[in-house]
């Protein structure tokens, strides 16, 4: 499939547009070719931007305007589906080598990306952050949750006072009303960036919560929130949305904290002791 030289080339520019353009970037892109199709003014209100700052994207970026840009993403759209996973679903059976290959290759560089992107003073801050908060809460979007709850789980084991954020308004409200300077919030988000993430972050901040971002390289709306910012680069984009890259970044903060807790070796020696005594008696559980 041919690559989308509307979202090549939003993509291109982002980092060297002003604040409130590159809004209008992230709005295009994370609800790409739809956001796209609506009225100028739609697109201006969802990026919180007035519509003569989104009509100047348009015409820096060459086009004649936004009626214009509206053409050449109707354009492409007719003949190609926006998404890469189609590519894969649809490819023939008997290219099923090449495309598998090619998407493990496109996996490969992205880890090495991703992996590269986490330097050793990023991963110190972020150890000491988890070392020394009073609590750690994770959270995510539909599916970077699940790199939130890997954290959790494994972060738990070397520490307390670590959970997830639950779920519902209810019960988030009862942990928001609690939250303080020692609370520290591990965020995962990523396009499309989740609306449930953002209003709870942005609750937790105004309470004095600390944050840790992991998010793409359009970044999450939250990124101005963020005491730690943690960019993964354009190669985690994959055919798919990876949770390989966010895992193995996790895996890494993990190792980080871990060499800042003194007590994590004994804590983890009487988890273990403490399920071999009540494995007879309850199922086994995550």
Known sequence: MATDPVMTRLSEVYAELP??????????LDDYPFA??????????????????ASRLFHRLGWDGFADFQAAVRDHAREHDRSRLREFVTTAPREEPAITHRAAEELRAGLDSTLAAATEPLLARIG?????????WGVGGSLSELAADYLVRQLAGLRP???RVPDTAAARAR?????????LIVAYDFRRYAHSTAAFVR???SRGARLVLVTDAWESPLADQAEVLVRLPREA??????????VAVTELILVAAAGLMADSAERLETLDALTAELHHDLPDSP
């Not at 796209?36 to 700052?53: E, F, I, K, N």
């Not at 984009?237 to 949770?243: K, M």
């Open 161 to 163: 006072g670590v959970a």
């Open 19 to 28: 604040r409130g353009e590159r809004a209008i970037v992230r709005v295009l």
């Open 203 to 205: 609750a937790a901040r």
């Open 237 to 246: 984009a994959g055919p798919i949305a990876p949770l390989t890259h966010e």
């Open 175 to 183: 942990v928001l009303v609690d939250l303080g300077p020692s609370d």
């Open 128 to 136: 000491g952050l988890l070392a020394e908060a009073g609590r750690v």
């Open 36 to 53: 796209a199709l609506g009225s100028l003014r739609a697109l201006a209100d969802r990026a919180q931007v007035s519509p003569p700052t």
